[in-house]
């Protein structure tokens, strides 16, 4: 997903005139903190100065809306469905409700049927395997962009010319010319997680627990005390 998310945060940049872009983030998982910096990376490769100001659903309504209602975010990245005003939210990339209506630039879907393809022809064809004997075992699935489960789609009105570089990044991502977790990449901290011309490891990309510098806000505590969702 943070393939995806990647090139979200690329058009994000493109886009954001004040280079202030609020995120709405589920639950603190390593694969949420994945999403989030691939995102504030592909923002700050197209506009160098971009802040990715988080809020956390579990942080309750209250805590969210006062990253959300910022006027100076002019887009916010919707990682699930969202309750306002204006309605129901589908999750997507949205340009700020400073106009009379909020429109939806971008958003990430799941190719489910594919995925089920796959897993069944390689039930059939023997390349699926259960290799544990005695006790039932979780299976990771790796498969981003390249594999056609994981999508893209956006209104190209609202890009036009730059639909072409989006289109181009987005081919470079599929096939792994463009590494959205390449170095030089600090954290909050200021502190050298990747050198420039290195890039993470898959261990590393799965178990993220830190921010970029790039973005704005601190992990919740995911085990403290009652969870509060703002979607429905």
Not at 12 to 21: D, M, N, P, V
Not at 69 to 76: F, R, S
Not at 115 to 143: C, D, P, Q
Request: hydrophobic share 35%; aromatic share 12%.
């Amino acid at each position: 997903m943070y393939e995806a998310q990647f090139v979200e945060g690329l058009i994000a940049g493109l886009l954001s005139r004040s280079g202030k872009i609020g995120y709405l983030a589920d639950f603190p998982n390593a694969g949420m903190i994945s999403c989030i910096n691939a995102f504030a990376q592909g923002a700050s490769m197209t506009c160098p100065d971009a802040k990715v100001y988080v809020a956390w659903s579990i942080s309750g309504r209250e805590q969210v809306d006062k990253v959300l209602l910022d006027p100076a975010l002019d887009l916010i990245e919707y990682q699930q469905d969202f309750e306002k005003e204006v309605g129901r939210l589908p999750s997507g990339l949205y340009f700020t409700a400073q106009q009379e209506k909020e429109y939806r630039i971008s958003s990430t879907y799941w190719n489910w049927t594919l995925f089920y393809e796959k897993m069944i022809r390689g039930l059939l064809n023997g390349t699926f395997k259960n290799t544990s004997t005695s006790h039932a075992k979780a299976v990771t699935y790796w498969w981003g962009l390249s594999s056609g489960i994981v999508n893209i789609e956006y209104d190209t009105k609202y890009l036009g010319r730059s639909d072409r570089l989006i289109r181009f990044m987005e081919q470079e991502t599929i096939s792994g010319d463009l590494d959205p977790f390449q170095g030089p990449l600090r954290d909050q901290t200021g502190k050298l997680i990747c050198p420039e011309g290195d890039s993470l490891t898959t261990e590393q990309r799965t178990h993220m627990e830190w921010l970029l510098d790039s973005v704005v806000g601190e992990k919740p505590d995911k085990d403290a005390g009652r969870i509060h969702y703002v979607s429905r």
